[in-house]
C-alpha cells in the first residue's frame, strides 16, 4: 500500500480489539487549481508580510492568537494554553452504539477514510465486526482522538473493508427548515409527473465516477501546458538575477569579437601588425607654395 495512514491504533468493540490503521480515501489536493502571485518584472513571488492596522510591519513571532468576540473585539490565547488543551489519545477507536442505516443523515458525513486491519493477527476480529454490522444493517459510531483533538466517526460497511466517516459537529449544519419551510405547498400535475419520469428514464444510466470531472480545471491545466509548450516557463528572480549574467556574456561576445579583430592581440602580434597599422594609417597633406 503506497499510501502512508493518516492514523494507527485499535478498534475497540467492548472487549474486542482488532490493530487498525486509517488511510484518507480522497485526495484533497487535486480538487482545484491554486496560483501564486508573481511580480511580472521579475518573476519573483509575492510574499506578503504581517502588518497592523496602521500599515507597519510586525514580525511573525511577536504575534498571537485572537477570538474575534465582537467586532474589534477580540480574546488572545497563547500556544501554551491551546496545548494544555489538547486531549490525550488512548491509540483506539472507541465504538459506543451502533444505528440503523437508514437513520444517518448523510448532511453530518465528511471526510471519508479507508479502515483496514493492520496485520495478519487483525484481519479475523475486523471480520468479525464488519460481518456484525453487515447483517444487522447498522452503522457504527465511533470516538477516537487524532492530533490532539478528539474526532467523532461513522463507520460503514463497504465491501470487504470498512470506511470510516468523520462526522461534522451539530453546529457545523445548517438547518434545512430554514431554506425548504418556505417552500409553497403545491401538488404538481400527475401528467406532467408522468412526462417527468418518461424524460428520467430516457436519461437513465450508470453510476459513473470516471465521468465526474471538473471541467473548469482540467482546462485550467491544459492551458498550463500549452503555454508552458509554446513559451516555456519563468523561473523566479530571472530578469533581476540574470541580467548581470547577460551582460557578462554581451561582454565576453565582445571581447572575442575584438580578439578576432586584433584588439586582444599577443606582444609579438602588436609587433608584427605595427608597420601594416602605421602604412595603413594616411600620410598628412604636404602644402606648396605658390610661384610666380
Known amino acids: 500500500m503506497a499510501a502512508r495512514p493518516a492514523w494507527n491504533g ?86 459506543e452504539r451502533f444505528v440503523p442505516e437508514a437513520e444517518i443523515d ?11 486491519p493492520d496485520g495478519d493477527l487483525a484481519v479475523e476480529p475486523y471480520a468479525v465486526i464488519r460481518e456484525a454490522m453487515r447483517q444487522g444493517g447498522q452503522v457504527a459510531l465511533a470516538r477516537v482522538v487524532m492530533n490532539g483533538r478528539e474526532r467523532q ?75 508552458k509548450a509554446e513559451q516555456g516557463i519563468v523561473r523566479a528572480g530571472s530578469r533581476s538575477r540574470e541580467e548581470p549574467r547577460e551582460a557578462q556574456i554581451i561582454d565576453l561576445m565582445a571581447a572575442l569579437k575584438a580578439s578576432l579583430g586584433g584588439g586582444a592581440a599577443t606582444s609579438g602580434d602588436r609587433r608584427k601588425r605595427a608597420p601594416a597599422k602605421a602604412a595603413a594609417k594616411p600620410a598628412p597633406a604636404k602644402r606648396t607654395r605658390k610661384v610666380g
Not at 490493530?19 to 506578503?48: Q, W
Open 10 to 95: 485499535h478498534l475497540k468493540l467492548s472487549l474486542v480489539t482488532c490493530p487498525v490503521a486509517l488511510y484518507k480515501a480522497t485526495e484533497a489536493a487535486k480538487r482545484g487549481v491554486s496560483f501564486n502571485l508573481i511580480d511580472p518584472k521579475t518573476n519573483d513571488r509575492i510574499r506578503m508580510k504581517p502588518q497592523d492596522a496602521s500599515g507597519e510591519e510586525v514580525q511573525r513571532s511577536d504575534l498571537v492568537k485572537g477570538y474575534q468576540v465582537d467586532k474589534n473585539l477580540y480574546v488572545t490565547v497563547t500556544d501554551d494554553e491551546l496545548r494544555a488543551l489538547k486531549v490525550e489519545s488512548n491509540g483506539a477507536i472507541q465504538i
Open 153 to 227: 466517526f461513522a463507520l460503514e460497511v463497504r465491501g470487504k473493508g470498512i470506511v470510516a466517516h468523520a462526522i461534522r459537529t451539530h453546529q457545523e449544519v445548517r438547518d434545512a427548515g430554514a431554506y425548504f419551510d418556505r417552500l409553497p405547498e403545491t401538488k404538481p400535475d400527475a401528467a406532467m409527473v408522468t412526462i417527468a419520469k418518461q424524460i428520467l428514464t430516457q436519461h437513465a444510466g450508470p453510476f459513473d465516477p470516471a465521468s465526474f470531472v471538473d471541467r473548469y480545471q482540467a482546462a485550467v491545466l491544459e492551458l498550463v501546458e500549452r503555454k
Open 106 to 116: 448523510r448532511l453530518y458525513w465528511d471526510q471519508p477514510y479507508y479502515l483496514v
